[in-house]
């Protein structure tokens, strides 16, 4: 039964009163859902799991006991999550529901309200959320034009800001681009807090950080299993030294990766090849899919080290408008809002399959001509 209008008026004042004002005047992150379209807005991996791969996953999936809580620690998880990524033994480690949920633990771990929190913008949205629901101050230091770190302006900020934590995509969502490990160096050294290393897009790119991830001593090192084809499992990690990580653990809901999530990925983990050739097979795309990009009328493609383009339109067609065409015709990329400055007249374009850059080409050569 529908309420009345006074019931439903009744409701919206009580919500207004109660609810913090910051949070009402937010909006929840929108995800999108489009059946039957070329989906290249998420960065996920859009190849399957071969059949064998599938069939380890329905044993053990049959074979794990629901009516128990998840065990404190799954030390067959962790020792596959070890060897699967490269985790050095010094570091610990600890799994989030997504490393979304990483993000809010570290800054709910180190910030007191009006502590800072930073990172180079634009660059994951989560950071600033993250933050302010924390009621941290989040403090965003532009890139360059193109889409460069800007060590200066970094190094400034840190000085005037002193903040708790500062947040780095390394490779950077939503721009792509890799920060040189001497940057990152330099911000380690002046940073008087902890820096977060977000290796979200790492399969992509050669370089990371994760040997370093336990002897650094004001810095961590977070991953994903999102980007190589696990999006919908929910599973992130951080490696850091251990009187990092103990802190974290502290602020973690207590039974937050659930037990199917923790006998799949140890299932897939078996077959950690797979899920490397499908990103070696995606990256190998990229400079294709990039350089058939940058031969369109209007059109730059920025460097990226991530499974994603960011793509400036300037011809007369912006890129809103090449935004919804697409969407016409069944493609989905991620568009900005016109405010946003930085990224007005970009789209960011997942990697998909080659028939699924073909769709894409086809249909921009027709939008733009
Ligand atoms: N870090 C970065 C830089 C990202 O772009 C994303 C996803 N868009 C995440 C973390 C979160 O990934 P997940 O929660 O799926 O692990």
């Not at 799991?49 to 599938?54: D, G, N, Q, S, T």
């Not at 962790?78 to 809010?104: K, M």
């Not at 809901?253 to 490397?276: C, E, F, G, W």
Request: hydrophobic share 50%; charged share 20%; with cysteine.
């Amino acid at each position: 039964m529908q309420p009345s209008s006074g019931e439903a008026e009744a409701v919206a004042l009580r919500v207004a009163a109660t609810v913090r004002p910051d949070v009402r005047g937010l909006s929840a992150y929108a995800v999108g859902h489009a059946p039957g379209a070329v989906k290249l807005d998420a960065m996920e991996n859009p190849y399957d799991l071969p059949a064998e791969v599938r069939d380890d996953i329905a044993a053990a999936v049959r074979a794990t006991p629901l009516n128990r809580y998840p065990a404190g620690r799954n030390d067959a998880l962790e020792a596959a999550v070890r060897t699967a990524f490269g985790v050095p033994g010094p570091a610990a480690l600890l799994f989030g529901n997504g490393s979304d949920e990483l993000i809010h633990l570290v800054v709910q771990a180190c910030c007191q309200p009006g502590d800072v929190v930073m990172s180079p913008v634009p660059s994951f949205v989560i950071f600033a959320m993250a933050a302010r629901l924390n009621h941290a101050r989040f403090v965003g230091v532009p890139l360059t034009p193109d889409f460069e770190l800007d060590l200066p302006a970094m190094l400034a900020a840190i000085q005037a800001h002193r903040p708790k934590v500062i947040f780095l995509a390394v490779p950077n969502n939503p721009t792509g681009g890799r920060w040189t490990d001497e940057a990152i160096s330099a911000i380690l050294a002046a940073a008087p807090g902890l820096v977060v290393i977000d290796e979200a897009y790492q399969p992509f790119c050669d370089g990371t950080w994760m040997p370093r991830a336990a002897e650094l001593d004001n810095a961590v090192v977070l991953r994903t299993v999102s980007k190589i084809g696990l999006a919908g499992l929910r599973f992130g990690y951080l490696a850091g030294a251990p009187a990092w990580i103990a802190e974290f653990d502290k602020v973690r809901p207590p039974y937050n990766i659930d037990v199917l999530t923790q006998a799949v990925l140890l299932a897939v983990l078996r077959h950690k090849p797979v899920l490397d050739g499908q990103a070696a097979r995606l990256r190998a795309d990229r400079p294709v899919l990039a350089a058939a990009l940058a031969a369109l009328p209007g059109v730059t493609v920025y460097p990226s080290s991530a499974n994603f383009l960011l793509v400036r339109f300037s011809g007369k067609m912006g890129a809103n408008a090449v935004h919804q065409a697409l969407k016409t015709r069944k493609i989905r990329v991620r568009d900005f809002p016109d405010d946003d400055s930085a990224l007005a007249g970009c789209l960011r374009i997942s990697l998909g399959t080659p028939d699924e850059h073909a769709a894409l080409l086809a249909a921009l050569r027709d939008i733009l001509s």
